[in-house]
């Protein structure tokens, strides 16, 4: 691992695969860190010809934690009070791509995950000359209207776990709600990825600022029209955080987007699937590379 210094804050970061890989920019969700991407998956795309790049979003992992803001009032921010939020998703869009910047890295494919999703799409409509593709897995254009369902909601409304037991059955519980009911879960990847969150985590407020911060984001839809940037959408079926009609809002809001829906697949990418999202992500690369072509002859 390594740190960089992006927008005043120390960004944790990981680069696997080779310096002339395609690269491409891993986005986590919400409380997510670097870690949380299977080790396995980030081999896959090494092995397809990227250079993959993870990274701890601010306020969780190793990565500087705003505690000086305090927790926020995430009853204001559902009021309305867009301002009681200490930053926006617009911000953390402005941390990936100054990582990438930091990295010398001019222009990359972006892959983000439920709330990563929303930080690239924001990122694709800031930047689009910087953003190759864009993968919105499991996550939608800031429409309201998407609702968890209150049995998900219901595990962010629990005490923050005290010690590492508790965390693992915190763990658990979250992926009897949100996992895939077709497909098996992997008991021991989602142990050891519970003990590193809780030897990297530095502390729960970080994670209701992040809350803060989604509550606080603008629907989308109207601005993605004008995206034309290649665009994968993936969605499960049977996504009960972010149910599917998210994805499937998201690929109608985006000229370019293809939709993957995965019949039931959860609020998670489990492995048996992993074959058949990178050999779509491969195709909207492939796009994205191809977009980019006249430019490179030109130069």
């Known amino acids: 691992m390594s740190i960089v210094t992006v927008n005043g804050l120390d960004l944790t970061y990981e680069v696997h695969g080779d310096d002339e890989g395609l690269p491409l920019l891993m986005i986590s969700g919400l409380g997510q860190q670097l870690a949380g991407w299977h080790p396995d998956l980030i081999t896959a795309l090494v092995r397809r010809g990227h250079r993959v790049i993870v990274f701890d979003n601010r306020d969780v992992g190793r990565s500087t934690h705003l505690d000086e803001l305090g ?38 494919h972006l892959l983000g995950s439920s709330m990563g999703g929303m930080i690239a799409q924001i990122a694709a409509l800031r930047s689009p000359g910087r953003v190759r593709s864009l993968t919105s897995l499991m996550s939608h254009p800031g429409d309201h ?101 998210g994805g499937r809002l998201t690929a109608v809001a985006i000229p370019a987007a293809e939709l993957l829906e995965i019949d039931g697949m959860g609020h998670e990418l489990p492995r048996p699937v992993w074959e058949r999202v990178l050999d779509k992500l491969e195709d909207v690369v492939d796009r994205g590379e191809a977009g980019r072509a006249p430019l490179a002859a030109a130069s």
Do not use: N
């Open 71 to 108: 927790p926020p009032d995430l009853g204001a921010v559902l009021a309305g009070q867009v301002d009681a939020a200490p930053y926006r998703l617009a911000d953390m869009a402005t941390d990936a791509l100054g990582l990438l910047a930091a990295l010398g890295i001019d222009s990359a």
């Open 145 to 245: 209207r998407v609702q968890p369902t209150p049995e998900a909601l219901a595990l962010f409304l629990r005490p923050a776990p005290r010690d590492l037991a508790e965390a693992v059955l915190a763990a658990q519980e979250s992926q009897r709600v949100l996992g895939s009911p077709e497909f098996p879960a992997d008991e021991a990847w989602l142990r050891r990825r519970t003990e590193i969150y809780w030897e990297r985590s530095g502390g729960p407020d970080g994670v209701l600022r992040q809350c803060a911060a989604l509550l606080a984001a603008p629907d989308r839809t109207a601005e993605l029209a004008g995206l034309t940037t290649p665009t994968l959408v993936v969605h499960g079926g049977a996504d009960p955080l972010i149910p599917v009609i």
